[in-house]
Structure formats: C-alpha cells, structure tokens
C-alpha cells in the first residue's frame, strides 16, 4: 500500500532578486516498508525534499501526503508527529550534548506517547536493545560515545514514538568507513523487524545499493532518473552513469567487503538478490565502537 505521496512539489528560496528553485516539481511515492533512496550530488535538493516530508520545511507549492494525511505545519502538530522522525548525519543534531542517553530516549515517550516515568524506563532498555548498545549506556552523556554509538542513540530516538516512516538525512556520511555497514545493516533488521518506510538520502552510492528498494536520482531539484535498484548499477541517464563513475569501486564483492553487510533472512528482505548478503556477522556488532 502506497503510504507516501509527493506531488509535484517546489521549494523557491528568494536570495537577493534570484530565485532559486530547490526543488521543481518533483513528484515520488513509497509503498510502506519500503526504502526510498534519494541520491545526487550535492545542491541537488535531498535535504530540502526530506525536510518538507519531514514538516521541518514548507513547500512553496505541490503536495505531500501521508496515508492520506496531508502534511503541512497543522498535521505535524497532530500525530504526524509521531509517526515521521528524522536521523540527521551529525547525531549531535538529535542528541543533546547535556543530556544522558536515557533521558533522550524517554523524552519523546514521555511527550509523544505520555508514558509514565516506570513505563518510559523499561522501554529505554528495550530501545537500547534494539540497536544493539550495552543497556549500561542509559547513563552516558553523547560526548562519552564513540560516532557510531551516538547515531545508534539518535535512531533509537527516532524509534522511540513507534513511527511509520523515516527520514534519514546522509545518516552515515559522518561515520568511519567500517561503521558505516554496521549501520546499514541495522536499518536494514529494524525495518524488517518494524514494517518501517525509509526516505534514505545519501550522496554514496554504495549504501543506496546496499539499502534501496526504489531510487529517485535528482540533479537541481529535478528528478533525472527513477526506478528500483537497477537504476544505481544500469543507469540510463548521463548525469547518474556520471555519478555513478565517481565511486572508487563498483565491484560488487569489493563493495560488499567495505560496507561488511551482514545476511538479512531472505523474508524480512523479500527483493535483495543471492548474493547481495553479505559478510558473516561480527559477534558483537558494538564492539568496533568503542568511545573515544
Ligand atoms: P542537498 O541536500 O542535495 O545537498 P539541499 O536541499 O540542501 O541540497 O539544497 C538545495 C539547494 O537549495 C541548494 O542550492 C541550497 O544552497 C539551497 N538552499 C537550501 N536551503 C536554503 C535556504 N534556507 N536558503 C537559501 N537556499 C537554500
Ligand atoms: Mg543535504
């Protein structure tokens, strides 16, 4: 069932007497439990589309809905709030630097779900066992967690009010090359543990092969290709083969080796190819995250 809708949309920033056109019409829909990967290079208008779908933006025109609801600054006061989160590439945006870990996951549980204070702390474990951190980490502050295990907080937060949708902003672009798969491979497991629809947007190429069922390429503010995951190995437009040509390696057992995916049973991932899984996984997936 499609869950997300966007209709021609435009975003215009007036800067001086210009105009530009972040976006400019762009139209895309998702079917739940599905990851929609928006690639481009960078100025291309991701962020800006995410944002609107986010309600952390306005469109200057076009439409954006969700399950039917159409979302605008008034839904986002109502439970759309709760059923859209955003993971940002720096986890610092979502994390406050002050606050302990547990803290920032029961904030949402409390405010989103009105939780008690008993209630909000059993599920914080629970929570943390999900993104497989040690539950001991309830009591760190960000700056005692290493990058990895910050955005590992930071989408527990973002799971913490049971959304329906997510929009990740380059969320593993700040992160060491080894962690990177680490990451990958926990969306992946908690979208097929949650039905989760993913916006994933990304300017490497390599994880949206990794993470995508549906790929909308952009280049200022246009859609310039769209289909499923073939797009990224079998381009039809010079602007993606041109992307595409800016990664080191396409190999695909070199790339499986550097982004070290681990296998997803074949159900919960119902279209990766044999194949495209993946490394065995590490026993401890925490254990090359260690704080600074
Ligand atoms: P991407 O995420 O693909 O790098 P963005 O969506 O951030 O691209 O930006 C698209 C275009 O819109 C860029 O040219 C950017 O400079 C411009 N832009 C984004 N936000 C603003 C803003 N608040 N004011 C003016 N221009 C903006
Ligand atoms: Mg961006």
């Known amino acids: 069932m499609t869950m997300l809708e966007i209709c021609d949309l435009r975003k215009e920033y007036r800067t001086g007497r210009a ?6 019409g762009v139209s895309a829909s998702l079917v739940a439990g599905r990851t929609l990967a928006v690639v481009g290079e960078s100025g291309s208008g991701k962020s800006t589309l995410g944002s609107i779908v986010a309600g952390l933006e306005t469109a ?15 839904a986002f006061r109502g439970p759309l709030r709760r059923r859209v989160q955003t993971v940002f590439q720096s986890p610092l945006q979502s994390l406050n630097a002050k606050f302990r870990v547990e803290t920032t996951l ?8 009105r939780m008690s204070r008993s209630e909000a702390s059993t599920r914080v474990d629970e929570l943390l066992d999900a993104v497989h951190l040690p539950r001991e980490l309830r009591h760190r502050r960000p700056a005692e967690l290493s990058g990895g295990q910050q955005q590992r907080v930071a989408i527990a937060r973002a799971l913490a009010p049971d959304p329906d949708l997510v929009v990740l902003d380059e969320p593993t672009s700040g992160l060491d090359q080894s962690i990177r798969g680490h990451i990958v491979n926990l969306l992946r497991e908690l979208q097929a543990e949650r039905q989760l629809s993913y916006i994933f947007i990304t300017h490497d190429i390599d994880v949206a092969q990794a ?3 549906d790929v909308i390429v952009m ?19 010079p602007y993606t083969r041109r992307l595409l040509d800016a990664v080191p390696t396409l190999d695909p057992a070199r790339r499986r080796r550097h982004l070290r995916l681990e296998a997803l049973p074949a159900a919960a991932v119902p279209d990766t190819p044999v194949g495209a899984a993946i490394n065995p996984p590490s026993a401890h997936p925490f254990d090359e995250e260690t704080a600074p």
């Open 106 to 113: 029961a904030e949402p549980l409390r405010v989103l779900l």
């Open 219 to 237: 280049q200022h503010g246009r859609i310039v290709e769209e289909g499923g995951r073939e797009v990224l190995t079998a381009p039809t437009d």
């Open 60 to 74: 200057t025109s076009g439409t954006v809905t969700i399950d039917g609801t159409t979302v605008d600054r008034r």
């Open 19 to 24: 105009t530009l056109h972040a976006l400019d």
């Open 211 to 213: 993470i995508a069922h």
